[in-house]
C-alpha cells in the first residue's frame, strides 16, 4: 500500500505520469498501473482523464493526498527510530557548486559528536534532479543554485553568488552544463542576452571537469567565481548573473529530529556566507 500512496502523491504533486515516473525511477505503465490499484482498493476515483496526457484530481484525491502525506512522514518516523539503535538518518544532495563550495564550510562547524547518533549519506545531483528527489522523499533536503519553486517546497536563501565568464575567452567552444543545472539555466540566459547560438559546444555534466578543461586553456564557460583556479581569465557579468544557494524540504516534513538539523544546517549555511 506505501508503494501505491507515494506513486500517488508522486503523481498528484507534479500532475504528470511521466514526471511521477521519472521521480520514482518506475516506469509510466507502472504508475498508471499502480493508480489503478489504488482506485480499485480504496473503490475512488483520483483522476478525472481529459485524453491522454492531461487530467485532474477529483475531491476524493485532495483528501487522500493529504492524509498519505502524514501517514508516510509518520511511518517513516517510525521506521527511522527502530533502526540502529535509534539513530536518525539524514539524505542530503547537493548541486555541484554548492557541494564543493559550500558543504565543507558547513559540516566543519558542526559538533563531530553529532554524527555519533546519525547517518548522513551526501549525493551530488542538478538543481531539477534534488528537487525531484526532495517532492519523492528520497531526500530530506537539499541545497541548489536555481531558483525555482514548487508547492509542496520549503525554499530558504542561505548564500550569494556571482557567475562569470571564464576559460580562453577567445575561443569559439563553449562547454556547458546538463539540462536541469542551476548553470544551465542561466547560460541559457547570457546566450539569449547576447543573442548567441553557440555551432561548437560540449555538454558535460560536472562541473570540476569542466573547470579543470577550463585550466587547460580549452573552451569556455559560465561558471561560479568561486570554482574559478589561480590566474584562470575570466569576466565578470551584469547583475543578472548574481545567484543565490537554496536549501529546499519538503512542506510536509514533520519530524523534529530533521527538521532540527535542517535548520541547523541553514543557520551555518548563512553565517559562513557572510
Do not use: C
Not at 555551432?199 to 558535460?204: K, P, Q
Amino acid at each position: 500500500m506505501f508503494k501505491l500512496l507515494r506513486t500517488f502523491i508522486a503523481v498528484y504533486e507534479t500532475r504528470s505520469f511521466s514526471k511521477a515516473a521519472d521521480q520514482l525511477f518506475i516506469s509510466q505503465p507502472t504508475v498508471s498501473v499502480h493508480i489503478q490499484q489504488l482506485e480499485k482498493e480504496l473503490n475512488i476515483i483520483l483522476f478525472h482523464r481529459n485524453g491522454r496526457t492531461e487530467f485532474t484530481p477529483t475531491n476524493n484525491a485532495r483528501m487522500l493526498y493529504q492524509k498519505a502525506a502524514q501517514l508516510l512522514d509518520q511511518w517513516q518516523t517510525i521506521t527511522d527510530s527502530l533502526e540502529k539503535e535509534q539513530r536518525t538518518n539524514i539524505k542530503i544532495a547537493a548541486s555541484q557548486t554548492s557541494a564543493t563550495v559550500l558543504l565543507p564550510k558547513i559540516f566543519s562547524k558542526i559538533e563531530h559528536t553529532q554524527f555519533n547518533t546519525m547517518d548522513i549519506q551526501i549525493e551530488m545531483h542538478n538543481s531539477e534532479e534534488i528537487l525531484a528527489g526532495v517532492l519523492n522523499h528520497r531526500f530530506n533536503f537539499g541545497i541548489i543554485e536555481k531558483p525555482i519553486t514548487h508547492d509542496f517546497i520549503v525554499r530558504e536563501e542561505i548564500a550569494k553568488d556571482q557567475l562569470v565568464l571564464a576559460g580562453n575567452l577567445d575561443s569559439n567552444l563553449w562547454l556547458v552544463r546538463e539540462k536541469g543545472s542551476g548553470v544551465y539555466h542561466y547560460t541559457q540566459q547570457y546566450f539569449k542576452q547576447n543573442n548567441l547560438v553557440p555551432n561548437h559546444f560540449l555538454t558535460i555534466s560536472n562541473n570540476d571537469i569542466i573547470v579543470k578543461m577550463l585550466s587547460e586553456n580549452f573552451g569556455k564557460s559560465i561558471v561560479s567565481v568561486q570554482a574559478l583556479t589561480d590566474n584562470m581569465p575570466y569576466q565578470t557579468l551584469d547583475s543578472m548573473f548574481n545567484r543565490s544557494f537554496y536549501v529546499i524540504r519538503s512542506a510536509h516534513e514533520n519530524r523534529t529530529d530533521i527538521l532540527k538539523w535542517y535548520k541547523q544546517v541553514v543557520d551555518i549555511a548563512r553565517d559562513v556566507a557572510e
